[in-house]
């Protein structure tokens, strides 16, 4: 297949624009690094992301915020006219981590009526501050995620929760049905529980860490959680999308690897990525679509997932190398030489038919 080139700026879930901030008097300096901005129907600015040292998000003794360790993260929001409305932290400190924030923001999305929700992964006992109130989240026993919502035009916390247990899980994405009702997705090792009881779960991986996708209400009740990618080796949840009723997740996989009723492998075992569309009532794959290694020295791994007004699957990455699309099964369907660090752009149908693949130039700088 020829590749098609045309420019676009990769928009990923990851930390990506590094925002000014005043330092509060009589500190040092303070930075701020944000996820692309989001926007309510009342044109309120959102903004999420890690700060260092003291910063003033604006006037007022409750709007200066101090990390907690190194860096903290923070969730704030702005008139439409720039004005800021509220600025939240969300972090923890342990002496015995070397002034290190174990806490890792994940997803971030905002309801049309003005709610913001993040998630991420956390270490330890994890501290909410608001002027209104702090929450502590008490540890499931390792790295666990993390599920906040901010409301109101105070932004006071609707609920905040912490689910795990003793291993290593990540929250890395999350999206918003019509009605607020939350999916997330991301990665689990050893037994890790989700929600409380009565309306709770727990997973056990196969392997070194299996991945997940999950469902809360719009309260914060576990409906459903589900390992979405399960194997002896490797995989992990990346990104989450949603759109008219139709759930599409994607993550990274090595050696031999089982979403749904599919089970399959690839020449090369790390570094491969795959999507697949879930039924967001229960949980379950509908189709797997794979992205393979199929070079010793090659890479892929996807970077963002959306779903356009017609339906089209969008995911975009990077990879080097000669990399396949295939079903979830081999060998490839699609071949494409990338060279190193390329950016890409895949899209597919509704169904699941690859109908492009594209390689594009880096944004520009500034």
């Known amino acids: 297949m020829p590749l098609v080139i045309a420019a676009f700026l990769v928009a990923t879930s990851a930390l990506v624009l590094s925002r000014p901030a005043a330092a509060a008097a009589g500190t040092s300096a303070g930075s701020v690094l944000v996820f692309p901005e989001r926007f309510d129907a009342a044109g309120n600015r959102y903004d999420a992301g890690k700060f260092w040292g003291t910063v003033a998000f604006g006037p007022g003794a409750g709007n200066t915020l101090t990390a907690l360790a190194e860096t903290s993260s923070f969730v704030a929001s702005y008139t439409p006219g720039g004005t800021l409305r509220w600025v939240h932290r969300i972090g923890n400190y342990s ?11 994940g997803g ?49 916390i609707a609920f905040a929760r912490a689910d795990g247990g003793p291993g290593a899980d990540n929250a890395t994405d999350l999206a918003l049905d019509a009605f607020g009702t939350i999916y997330e997705t991301g990665s689990f090792t050893q037994t890790a529980t989700f929600g409380d009881q009565p309306a709770s779960a727990s997973v056990t991986s196969e392997g070194f860490d299996d991945a997940f996708i999950a469902s809360y209400t719009a309260t914060g009740t576990l409906r459903w959680i589900r390992p979405i990618a399960t194997g002896p080796s490797r995989a992990g949840g990346g990104q989450v999308a949603l759109r008219s009723g139709a759930m599409y997740v994607s993550g990274s996989w090595s050696g031999p690897t089982t979403i749904g009723s599919s089970t399959f492998t690839a020449p090369v075992m790390n570094d491969n990525a795959f999507i697949t569309r879930v039924d967001p009532t229960t949980g379950t794959p509908t189709w797997v ?27 975009r990455g990077q990879a080097s190398g000669v990399v396949g699309f295939a079903p979830a099964g081999y060998p490839p369907t699609t071949t494409v030489e990338l060279p190193t660090s390329a950016l890409f752009e895949a899209r597919y149908a509704a169904n699941g038919f690859l109908q492009s693949v594209t390689e594009v130039p880096p944004p520009p700088p500034g």
């Open 289 to 315: 679509r794979l992205a393979l290694r199929r070079s010793l020295q090659g890479s892929v791994a996807l970077q963002s997932l959306a779903v356009d007004p017609t339906g089209q699957v969008i995911a």
């Open 108 to 156: 971030f999305a905002v309801t049309p009526d003005g709610s913001a929700v993040v998630n991420g992964q956390t270490f330890g006992a994890t501290r909410i501050s608001t002027p209104y109130g702090n929450r502590v989240l008490p540890t499931r026993g390792g790295f666990d995620t993390f599920l906040v919502k901010f409301t109101g035009t105070d932004g006071h």
């Open 95 to 105: 002496p015995s981590s070397g002034n290190f924030d174990y806490s890792y923001l």
